[in-house]
Every structure is written in structure tokens, then in C-alpha cells.
């Protein structure tokens, strides 16, 4: 599977699922706060089915 990259730019153009998991992971990754599991899950897998990431755990 090829990973797409985010153009910023272009970060309107997405669906809000999108964008809100792309906000998400950036807050996850740069922030040091604390997220359910079960919150991880569900913006992962949105970005996993967007085709931004690939599948954890495989």
C-alpha cells in the first residue's frame, strides 16, 4: 500500500473525518497529553483507511 502524504495546504479540501484525525494526531504526537485508547483507535483508523498510515500492528 503507498502512503499519501498532507499537503496543508490543501487541508480544507479533506473531509472533516480527516482533518480531525489529522488534528488529532498532531495534538497525540506533539502535546503531552493523554488520549483514551479508544480514541487512538478510531482516528488511526481513519487515517489508515485514508490511506495516510499503514495499519498498526500488522
Known amino acids: 500500500m503507498s502512503i499519501k502524504t498532507i499537503d496543508l495546504s490543501k ?30 483507535e478510531r482516528y488511526y483508523r481513519v487515517l489508515e483507511q485514508a490511506g495516510y498510515i499503514e495499519k498498526v500492528g500488522v
Open 11 to 40: 487541508l480544507d479540501d479533506q473531509p472533516k473525518e480527516v482533518r480531525e484525525a489529522i488534528a488529532f494526531f498532531t495534538a497525540f504526537t506533539v502535546l503531552p497529553i493523554s488520549f483514551s485508547v479508544g480514541d487512538r
